[in-house]
């Protein structure tokens, strides 16, 4: 049985994300248990991890680090025995080096690179950025599997990650400018969108997710 550790940290979207990775479960092949945790234990020994993510990313880390041991067992899991990690909004957001909301706060330094605040060129374009936006420059990813260039998926942030290996973005999206809208490198992925909110699109990127064999 395949065991996804749902990382709980008191994020806002938990129990969507719950919902929708139970959903797609019942779809595929073979048992898989979900397991909604701040527990190290069951974090460093799972076989896929979902991080959530809303709100500001010094906050969310900090909500991260003051779970005891939790910020060691993602470090196990997923650069050491190189289990499958998805991000989701501020989930993929601390995977960067560090976060300039509110100051400089450190991620987790999976990927090089820093959150800023995005700067859409027009007055039409608002922040936070809230809604469908197609994605564009696909990369060839297990993630993308079935998923046609410009696929409208739903988006809520006022931050994004800019890393620094161009090779590292896998998706990018356009409101009053480019930024990345997924990201990835080896057994670790980030979107900053909502697959829980993106129906048809969101559901299937998490199915590839729970299939994703890196």
């Known amino acids: 049985?395949?065991?996804?550790?749902?990382?709980?940290?008191?994020?806002?979207?938990?129990?969507?994300?719950?919902?929708?990775?139970?959903?797609?479960?019942?779809?595929?092949?073979?048992?898989?248990?979900?397991?909604?945790?701040?527990?190290?234990?069951?974090?460093?020994?799972?076989?896929?991890?979902?991080?959530?993510?809303?709100?500001?990313?010094?906050?969310?880390?900090?909500?991260?680090?003051?779970?005891?041991?939790?910020?060691?067992?993602?470090?196990?899991?997923?650069?050491?025995?190189?289990?499958?990690?998805?991000?989701?909004?501020?989930?993929?957001?601390?995977?960067?080096?560090?976060?300039?909301?509110?100051?400089?706060t450190p991620g987790f330094d999976w990927l090089s690179g820093e959150v800023r605040r995005i700067e859409p060129a027009g007055h039409q374009f608002k922040v936070p950025h809230m809604g469908w936006n197609g994605l564009l420059d696909l990369a060839e990813h297990p993630l993308f599997a079935g998923l046609a260039e410009d696929t409208p998926v739903y988006f809520t942030h006022s931050f994004a990650f800019f890393p620094e290996r161009e090779e590292d973005v896998i998706a990018m999206v356009d409101h009053g400018g480019r930024f990345p809208a997924a990201v990835a490198r080896d057994n670790m992925a980030g979107v900053q969108f909502h697959p829980e909110k993106s129906q048809a699109a969101g559901l299937r990127l998490l199915a590839n997710f729970l299939e994703w064999r890196p």
């Open 1 to 104: 049985m395949q065991s996804i550790a749902l990382i709980d940290y008191g994020s806002g979207n938990l129990r969507s994300a719950e919902k929708a990775l139970l959903k797609v479960s019942e779809g595929l092949t073979g048992a898989r248990q979900v397991a909604v945790t701040a527990e190290p234990d069951v974090v460093a020994a799972a076989d896929a991890i979902v991080l959530p993510g809303v709100g500001a990313f010094a906050a969310c880390m900090a909500a991260v680090e003051a779970k005891p041991g939790l910020t060691a067992a993602l470090d196990t899991a997923v650069r050491r025995r190189g289990v499958p990690y998805l991000g989701i909004c501020v989930g993929m957001q601390l995977m960067a080096t560090r976060g300039l909301e509110f100051g400089a």
